[in-house]
């Protein structure tokens, strides 16, 4: 079963950028549905951004101009730039993968993003 490690969270301030990266520890990027989902504490999980199996991209409203998804399929590594942080942003952030960015099979370990005021 496919594998993908997670990595480029922290504590950053309101205002600032961070970039995710996702790696697989296969081709499953050229294939599969991918996307970056959400957590923050006492909420539920919530897709952020992804990549449709059919390649096209798909946003969460509250970050549509700020973040953007992005892969290179050479390195099997997804990426989620996040600019103009906001305090909400604070969440655990999930690279998953699957039919459907939307019902994901494979998820990550996760990494923690805290955006302070």
């Known amino acids: 079963q496919v594998q993908l490690v997670e990595s480029g969270g922290g504590l950053v301030q309101a205002g600032g950028s961070l970039r995710l990266s996702c790696v697989a520890s296969?081709?499953?990027?050229?294939?599969?549905?991918v996307g970056w989902h959400r957590q923050a504490p006492g909420k539920q999980r919530e897709l952020v951004a992804g990549?449709?199996?059919?390649?096209?991209?798909n946003y969460a409203d509250s970050v549509k101009g700020r973040f953007t998804i992005s892969r290179d399929n050479a390195k099997n590594t997804v990426y989620l730039q996040m600019n103009s942080l906001e305090p909400e942003d604070t969440a655990v952030y999930y690279c998953?993968?699957?039919?459907?960015?939307?019902?994901?099979?494979?998820w990550g370990q996760g990494t923690q993003v805290t955006v302070s005021s």
């Open positions: 990549f449709t199996s059919g390649g096209s991209t």
């Open positions: 296969g081709s499953i990027f050229r294939i599969a549905a």
């Open positions: 998953a993968v699957g039919r459907s960015i939307w019902i994901p099979d494979v």
